[in-house]
């Protein structure tokens, strides 16, 4: 038998560490199953808040297993809205990184525009018009969620509009977005489908915003 390292895990606690590792995936299988579930229930017209047993059943879960992961309906709820907010904002900033290299106009218009069009592709739109609906509602606790999405998408667009000669380009930064967000409200929840005049106007006058 070999001489046994000391600094090497022991035959006992890699089984520990398996056994861990495979109830966290598990946890997190579960977790995602009931976000999606509550989630579709909500962009099928479902109530904006649906009931728990509903979520349980779309999920394909037990209530014990809803509970172990969340301590209500309004926790699920607030959970939906989080992850749709910072999913968004992935996607911005995913649409800015291509831009490198372009000039600090075309990376901030970039952003601006990733923003908005969640409102023209179908695929996207019931989603993000359910997260900002429930975001915008009083869902307890809830209402983060929309200073989560404003603030990460106002560190986007600080470096570009700093680079546009914004003074303060933190608080430009956070006005562009602010802005950008609200014309996505508007346009998803009127039902409205923006053109590209409308992205064009938008793109054009946050620019020139950054530049005072």
Known sequence: MTPTDPHRPSLAERAVSRRMA??????RAEVDALLDAGLKLMTEGAPRAPRVADIVAAAGLSNDAFYRAFSGRDAL????????ARELAGQVRRRMERAVGDSAEDRLRAGIAAVVRQAADPRLAAGVRAVLAAA????PHAGHAMVVLVDGLGSLFAG???????????RAGRTIAGAAVAALQHWLLSGHTPDEADVEQLKRFLVAGARS
């Open 22 to 27: 495979g109830a966290e995936q598990s946890a």
């Open 160 to 170: 570009p509009a700093r680079e546009l000669g914004a003074a303060d380009s933190v």
């Open 77 to 84: 709820m607030e959970a939906i809205v989080e992850r749709g």
């Open 136 to 139: 915008v509602t009083p869902v």
